[in-house]
Every structure is written in C-alpha cells, then in structure tokens.
C-alpha cells in the first residue's frame, strides 16, 4: 500500500462525519414533519386527503430521483453530486418556510425531495469510496446513526415547535444544517473519479420514472381509496408493464441506469430482500405505536416523540457497535439474533391495551430497538461488500429503490390490515350490543339518573356509548392483529440469512488489481 493509500485509510472518518451531517438533516426534517399534518390541516383549512399530498409529494419525488442517482455520480462525481442535492434540499427547506398556501407547500417539498432522494444513496455511494472494506461495518454504523437519529429526534422536535412555536421553524431548522454541511462538503471531500463515455439511458430513466411514480402513488392512495378502485387497478396496472418494459430495456444495454445485472449476485439479491421484509416489520412499530398512543390513549405528538425516543437512541448507540462486531464476524450471527429479539418484541405488541402503560410500551420499545440495531446495518453492508468499488453507485441506487418500496408497501399493506380487521371486530362486538344484552341494561341504569328515568332515552344514550366503546376496542383489536402480521414479516426475514455465505472473497478493484476483504457474507 503507498503512502497516498495510507493517508486516505486513516483519514475518512472526518469525510464520513460531513456525510452523516447531511444525510442527517435530510432524515430529521421529513420526519418531523410528519407530526404537524393536523395542525397544517387547521392553518391553512383544507381536508386530509389534500394536506397528506405534504407527505406524499416528497415521498414520491424523493422515490422517483433515487434510481438516477448511479448514473449522475458517476457522469459528473459524487462529491458534486451530494453537494448538489444537499443545497436543493436546503433551498427547498427555505421556501417551504414561506409556503403561503398548501399548493406552494406541496410545490416546495418536491423540489425537498429531488434533493431528498438523491442524499441517502449518494452518501452510501462515497462511503463505499473511501472507506476500506475490512471497516466499512464501523464506518456504515456511524452513518447509520444519522438514519436512525432522524426518527428520534424528529416527532419529538416536531411535536414541541407545533406546541410552543411555529410550524415553519420545521423546515427553517434545515437551513442552517444545510449550509454547513455544504460548505464542509465543499472544503473536506474529495471528488470521485468520473466514467468515461457513459451514455444516458432515456428509456431507463422514463420507464422508472413513470413505473416508480405510479406504484408509489398506488401504494400511498390504496387504503383510503380502495385496492379495487378504478384508479388504483389502473396505475398498478400502468406500473406493471412500465417496470416490465425497465427490466427489458435494461437487461438488453451496455450501460442501464439501474444495473439489474447486480442481482445475479446471490448475497447481492439476498441482502435486499432481507431488508425488504425487515423494513415492513421495522414499520409495525414506527406506523402502528403513534397511531395506538394518540388516537386511542389520547395522547399528544410530542408525548409520542418521548415515548419513542429512548428505543430510537438505542438503536442508533448500537449502530457502530454491529459494525465493529460485524466487520469480525459477518452478518449470520448478528443479523439473527437481531431478528429474532425483533420478530418477539413485536409479536408481543399484539398484547396492548387500553390498559397498558406508556412506560411499558418504552420499555418494550427500547428492547426492540436492540434487535433493529443489531441487524438492520449488517444485512445492508453484507450486500454492498460483494459489489466491486466502480459500481457501489448504482448498487446503492437499487439497495435504495427497493428499500423505499418496501416502505411504501409496508405502510400500505398494514393501513389495509387494520382497516379491515376493525371492521371486522366492530361487526362482532355490535352484535353483542342490544336493548337486551346485560351490559346495556348496566348502562341503563346509570344513564337513567341522568336522563331524568327516562328508560327510552336512558336506553338509546346506553346503546350510543356502548357503540363508542366498541369502536374503539375494535381499533385496539385491529393494531394488535397488524402487530402480529408485521412480527411475521420480521421473522420472515431469518431464512434468507441462512444462504449468505461466510467467506472472505478476492473484490476486482477498478484498476484490475485484486485486493483481499471480508465480505461478511
């Protein structure tokens, strides 16, 4: 190894924390943002389905932008890439703090996510860059911390601007972050080699872009306006043969913007669908305990934040920690024994009640989190080892592609879940609730009092609260049973890991120099 080589190895924890700095402002705004939907709904009055296009419209932009973002790091460097959608993001951030009306605030935060979308695949790529592979597991856990930091942080600090100051200081709080990590970017990265003669691939970028756009969109309006609906039916149609076409096309050019080939790679492909199932577990609880704590406990964002807080900094405390040890000893054991305290710690949130504690849910919160913390950062590097270095860019643009699928299907498949499982438990607990049933007449006759003897009113007023009553257990019902789906999801993760291979391998570097480096796989 030459002394330049030396240097470069030694030096890229500086260069990984500029990166974490970026990504980590990218992360804290959209989900702090997600806790001021009921008051943007109130400031500016208009529906929910017209305020959720706040969310919906970074999510699909941000979806959109990822698979371009190999090619764009590799056609003009990542350096100026990364400080490229780092400062459209920051601007973004600038005018949805003026946003006058729900139209520009859902203008602004596309132009957030075409920066958005393009930070966390382009910060991955530049790691893959410059860090050795042999500690790419401790380089990757720090960065992590960013990915997990985020959703920390960001509920609880969106819930408390909500409460004591304005919701614009959501997206006002970017700025600074934004502009010192583009100045830091500027000043400490250095640019990466550019490929010569790469040719745009139009096709590529349209059929994803078209395809991607209209499933994402699919999975964002499926539950509220129906698997079955004509509009639904038609762009899963639409995203089917688009995506179709993608694959043919690509499958069939020298230079695709989206290299499918990459999935021939056995641990490649396995590593992306244990991610994929992990996502959908890892939602159950960040989709499903916000909606048990504030819409059935009655509790506030910021108090949710809290609730989720302590679980989210373990997670990411434990990030470098499965990176040091994965870097020894591959993602097997660790990415098992996380999955396994994942997959019960959720089958166990099936048991909430209106009677459980917060301090419980914490509780049993922060112990999930070890899970999460030891798997979630192994399986992703043990995938992106196998991937020589000239191609961790449009490697990390696929990882993220899917991984942002997985997000949206996970989301939609549980809202479906919970939706009809409470019709279902509200069908049967309605039956139970008659003029005659022992419990109305319980009812009865305390409401009597207050109805003046009433037995006619004193009845209808029993009947209407219990009907209430059984609505909401059968909300409680619903989100146990997604609870226990989405623990199969996570222990359907475990198999796959059985297949990765656990073997030190010879990576081809760039120049054809052979150089030696744990795979972890």
Not at 94 to 116: E, H, P
Not at 394 to 409: C, G, H, I, T, W
Not at 486 to 503: D, G, R
Request: net charge positive.
């Amino acid at each position: 190894m030459t002394g330049k080589d030396n240097t470069q190895e030694k030096s890229f924890w500086l260069p990984l924390f500029v990166i974490v700095i970026g990504a980590f402002s990218a992360i804290l705004n959209n989900s702090s943002v997600n806790v001021a939907i009921p008051e943007l709904m109130s400031i500016f009055g208009v529906s929910e389905s017209k305020i959720q296009w706040v969310l919906t419209a970074y999510m699909l932009t941000s979806g959109v932008v990822i698979p371009i973002t190999g090619f764009l790091g590799d056609k003009f460097g990542t350096k100026r890439l990364f400080i490229t959608a780092l400062g459209i993001f920051t601007a973004g951030s600038v005018l949805c703090a003026t946003a006058w009306n729900t139209n520009s605030l859902i203008a602004f935060r596309v132009l957030q996510g075409i920066g958005g979308g393009a930070i966390m695949p382009v910060s991955m790529a530049i790691i893959y860059r410059i860090v050795p592979r042999d500690k790419i597991g401790m380089a990757l856990g720090f960065w992590g911390m960013a990915a997990i930091m985020g959703p920390a942080i960001g509920p609880t600090l969106g819930g408390y601007l909500i409460e004591h100051s304005s919701w614009r200081f959501l997206f006002v709080s970017n700025v600074p972050v934004g502009v010192l990590g583009v100045i830091l970017c500027s000043i400490i990265l250095e640019e990466t080699p550019k490929a010569r003669g790469s040719k745009f691939d139009f096709w590529g970028f349209l059929l994803s872009t078209t395809g991607l756009f209209a499933l994402l969109l699919a999975l964002s309006e499926a539950p509220g306006k129906g698997w079955d609906s004509f509009f639904i039916v038609m762009l899963l149609t639409f995203s089917f043969f688009s995506l179709l076409l993608f694959i043919l096309v690509e499958l069939s050019i020298d230079q695709p913007m989206l290299d499918l080939r990459l999935l021939r790679n056995t641990t490649f492909t396995l590593s992306i669908i244990t991610t994929a199932f992990l996502t959908v577990g890892l939602f159950g609880g960040i989709f499903l305990i916000p909606l048990f704590t504030q819409n059935l406990m009655g509790l506030t964002a910021l108090k949710t934040g809290l609730i989720l807080m302590p679980a989210a900094l373990i997670t990411g405390a434990l990030n470098p920690v499965s990176g040091f040890l994965f870097d020894r000893f591959g993602v097997k054991p660790l990415g098992i024994t996380g999955i396994t305290i994942l997959g019960i710690t959720t089958w166990e949130l099936q048991n909430l009640s209106l009677d459980t504690s917060a301090h419980y849910i914490t509780a049993l919160m922060m112990v999930r989190s070890v899970g999460i913390g030891l798997a979630m950062m192994p399986v992703n590097a043990a995938g992106m080892n196998v991937v020589s270095k000239h191609l961790v860019g449009r490697a990390s643009s696929l990882m993220n592609v899917f991984r942002q699928v997985s997000a949206s299907f996970g989301v939609a498949i549980l809202t479906v879940i919970i939706q009809n499982r409470q019709n279902f438990h509200y069908t049967h607990l309605s039956e139970t609730v008659t003029s005659s049933s022992p419990a109305v007449q319980q009812v009865v006759q305390k409401v009597q009092g207050l109805s003046g003897g009433n037995l006619q009113e004193g009845t209808g007023t029993a009947i209407m609260l219990l009907m209430g009553a059984a609505q909401k257990k059968a909300m409680v019902l619903a989100i146990d049973d997604t609870f226990l789906v989405a623990s199969l999801f996570a222990f359907a993760a475990i198999p796959p890991l059985f297949f990765f291979k656990e073997k030190s391998k010879k990576e081809p570097s760039p120049g054809g120099q052979v150089t030696g480096s744990r795979t972890g796989e």
